[in-house]
Nanobody
Framework: QVQLVESGGGLVQAGGSLRLSCAAS????????MAWFRQSPGEEREFVAS????????AYADSVKGRFTIARDNAKNTVGLQMNSLKPEDTAVYYC???????????????WGQGTQVTVSS
């Protein structure tokens, strides 16, 4: 059974930082692309960042480029999202995702985590 378990969400003031982590089990982690998506109330889920199997390729949404960094540790089966210079518009439930290849949209995702809430106060 595949499990993706996110942690690290919480409440932070604008300009602050948070680091999300996702622990994967039940799948050959190093064989999967990983990504983070987010969903705000009343909005559709959107792509945030993705990373290839061997970390050679990363991609970011324009809205987070330069502020967020995705990284993975294949030895520990984890993927993280370092979020700096947070803005109120970054408030959302953040989801860890796994799939074959480079993940860019929901259609690429084979497995989802349960999500972790990030709230940025102004």
């Amino acid at each position: 059974q595949v499990q993706l378990v996110e942690s690290g969400g919480g409440l932070v003031q604008a300009g602050g930082s948070l680091r999300l982590s996702c622990a994967a089990s039940g799948l050959p982690f190093s064989g999967y692309g990983m990504a983070w998506f987010r969903q705000s109330p009343g909005e559709e889920r959107e792509f945030v960042a993705s990373i290839s199997r061997g970390s050679s390729y990363t991609a970011y949404a324009d809205s987070v480029k330069g502020r967020f960094t995705i990284a993975r540790d294949n030895a520990k089966n984890t993927v993280g999202l370092q979020m700096n210079s947070l803005k109120p518009e970054d408030t959302a439930v953040y989801y860890c995702a796994a799939g074959v290849g480079i993940l860019r949209g929901d259609y690429d995702v084979g497995y989802w985590g349960q999500g972790t809430q990030v709230t940025v106060s102004s």
